[in-house]
């Protein structure tokens, strides 16, 4: 429990000098300034990750790295569906900062449900190990589908969304960073409260898979909330940091659906182990965030080389267009000089 509390204290310290320093005030956020927030909580977690294996052990410290990765992995997902609430609400480029740091909050706390839930079912039940794994390898399916189709739909409001939209009053106008103002002597809330709330619950809607992927790199609830607060409080920065990048990345459904797929057939593995006689192999650690680490490696390689490959593609197209079109003209040049000498 003092382990517990310290760390709920310590991450709230590190918020609201993430807030004050670089989220009070509304303006656009830079390349400088989101890459180097994006580094301090990356060394943040590298630290805690160390402080595990000094004060812990191997195995904490392990399991720690194998989940923060994944759900990094996982997160930088979130953000394509991010860019597309963004510019549903057409929220300002000033307050996005804004929405972004409330939103991942709100993500956190039900996560933290999530994790609880997830925690109390697994110990309390061995075969939640099956659901959990057949989940990941039917949503490791899902993505390499969905990529292969090149789906890219626009974001729609969910159940829950267009509930609170319809009976809540609210307003479509922006009142700076004001959540909820008095109008006509009645309270209304703005965009902001709207599109956090739409923010968060999204977020709760990826933890989906996000939460049983890390169950399957550790039981331990500490771990698994600690991986998962890290790799959520980088994201807002994550998100100005890469935002133009995440068009190149077009293999990034096939790497995430590897590691689902992979950590699904773990959860599998274990579960026999548990529940059967059967001796069964079980994957290590330190395995796991080998093959994480390794599909990241690969998918963002052939992903960038992917993307230079089609702008290399479209500029050689753009210059044949031109070509033609030039001798089209040329063309239809020589056609007029020749219809004059014969007049």
Not at 127 to 156: C, M, N, P, S, Y
Not at 232 to 256: A, E, P, T
Request: aromatic share 10%; net charge neutral; proline share 3%.
């Amino acid at each position: 429990m003092t382990m517990w509390v310290l760390t709920v204290v310590g991450l709230c310290v590190l918020i609201a000098a993430d807030f004050f320093i670089g989220g009070r005030k509304p303006h656009e956020v830079s390349m400088k300034e989101a890459g180097t927030w994006s580094l301090v909580w990356i060394v943040l977690a590298v630290l805690f990750g160390i402080g595990l294996l000094i004060w812990g052990d191997g195995q904490a410290s392990a399991e720690f790295f194998a989940g923060y990765i994944t759900e990094k992995s996982l997160s930088v997902d979130n953000l394509f569906v991010f860019v597309l609430i963004m510019a549903k609400f057409s929220v300002p480029s000033i307050y996005q900062p804004r929405v972004l740091m409330i939103g991942v909050l709100i993500a956190l706390i039900l996560r933290a449900v999530f994790i609880a839930v997830g925690a109390a079912a697994i110990n309390a039940f061995a075969w939640v190990f099956f659901i959990f794994g057949a989940f990941l390898i039917w949503t490791a399916w899902k993505f390499i589908q969905e990529a292969r189709a090149g789906e890219q739909e626009d974001w729609e409001p969910g159940r829950v969304m267009q509930a609170i939209q319809r009976r809540v009053p609210s307003t479509d106008q922006w009142h700076g960073t004001k959540m909820i103002i008095r109008e006509n002597g009645k309270r209304i809330v703005t965009p902001m409260l709207i599109v956090m709330v739409a923010i968060g619950l999204t977020d709760v809607l990826f933890a989906v898979d996000s939460i049983p992927a890390i169950f399957g790199l550790t039981q331990d609830p500490y771990i698994v909330f600690t991986a998962n607060a890290f790799a959520l409080m980088g994201l807002r920065q994550l998100y100005f940091l890469i935002v133009g990048l995440l068009k190149k990345l077009v293999h990034l459904s096939y790497g995430l659906s590897v590691i689902l797929a992979f950590i699904g057939v773990k959860l599998v593995l274990h579960g026999l182990h548990e529940t059967t006689s059967l001796h069964v192999p079980e994957i290590t650690i330190p395995v796991s965030l080998g093959v994480i680490c390794g599909v990241l490696v690969i998918t963002t390689i052939t992903s960038l080389i992917a993307a230079k490959k089609a702008s290399q593609a479209g500029v050689e197209k753009d210059e044949r267009a031109g070509e033609d079109e030039t001798a089209g003209q040329d063309e239809a040049a020589r056609k007029d000089q020749e219809a004059d000498r014969r007049g």
